[in-house]
């Protein structure tokens, strides 16, 4: 491996880990103790809204160093793009690239929608709606957080097949 290799793998390993562990920290951390800063949904709505903007901005520019320099990374693991379906390494690579994408659009359709018409709705009130929403929002973004889990042990295990 060369330098510029190496460099590439520490900005990609160290943005994916501020990129899952963000986004388990919202649900682990700031989620709960919204709960604990208020008992008001309006206010709590309000709260994750800010922290969803915040952390959004930071997403997508971690999503942007992600996909530069997993393209850079498996090109330098696998430069014969036809070994993709031929080895395992490659069918781990390919895989693991399919599940990113599915993980971003499901990331992002989730948020961009169901985020503003959540904050929408507590700013009119309508709560029994908010719950509806909430349970469809939790599960698209549990689903999100096992990608998350997957890619991360995908990742691990491709230096197995290419070191």
């Known amino acids: 491996m060369n330098l510029l290799f190496l460099i590439i793998l520490w900005i990609h390993a160290f ?33 994750l809204g800010h922290v969803g903007r915040i952390f959004g901005t ?3 520019i971690s999503v942007a160093i992600l ?5 850079y990374l498996g090109y330098g693991y696998l430069p014969d793009l036809s070994d993709l379906t ?16 599915i993980m971003i659009v499901l990331m992002y359709a989730n948020n961009i929608y169901h985020g503003k018409l959540l904050v929408r709705l507590a700013k009119e009130g309508r709560f029994d709606e908010m719950k509806r ?11 999100t957080l096992g990608l998350m889990v997957v890619i991360v042990v995908i990742a691990f295990t491709l230096p197995f097949y290419y070191p």
């Open 15 to 47: 943005t994916a880990v501020f990129f899952v562990g963000g986004s388990f920290f919202i649900w682990i951390v700031v989620w709960p103790a919204t709960f604990r800063i208020s008992g008001d949904e309006k206010e709590r709505t309000k709260i």
């Open 58 to 60: 930071e997403t997508d």
């Open 67 to 71: 996909i530069v320099t997993g393209i």
């Open 86 to 101: 031929t080895t395992l390494g490659g069918q781990l690579l390919l895989a693991k690239g399919i599940i990113v994408v």
């Open 133 to 143: 929403i909430r349970r469809i929002t939790h599960m698209a973004s549990f689903i």
